[in-house]
């Protein structure tokens, strides 16, 4: 795979931003992705994930109820909706299915 992330950029608190990782090889679909950040100072953390199987979900705590993760089977991608974003969520953005890694966005959130 190589996969690779777009859609990062700079946002005030309260906006929203949709990130998008693919392939450029192909389709995720037989894959679980999953989304993961590293903030300056912190271990990387996981976000979100969506499974393989059933396109069952799971998220962070602190992301719950204001991201969203799904496939987009026409564009045969997986995005990642960022919605009520806050400062703290200032961070690169990954994408990551098994061993493969995307190169980040970054995503920042101006107060």
């Known amino acids: 795979l190589q996969l690779v992330e777009s859609g990062g950029g700079l946002v005030q608190a309260g906006g929203s931003l949709r990130l998008s990782c693919g392939d450029s090889g192909g389709a995720l679909d037989n894959y679980a992705i999953g989304w993961f950040r590293k903030a300056p100072g912190k271990e990387r953390e996981g976000v979100a994930c969506?499974?393989?199987?059933?396109?069952?979900?799971w998220y962070a705590d602190s992301v719950k109820g204001r991201f969203t993760v799904a496939r987009d089977y026409g564009k045969k991608q997986v995005f990642l909706q960022m919605d009520s974003l806050n400062p703290e969520d200032t961070a690169i953005y990954y994408c990551n299915a098994y061993a493969w890694w995307g190169q980040g966005t970054q995503v920042t959130v101006s107060g």
């Open positions: 969506i499974s393989s199987s059933d396109n069952s979900t």
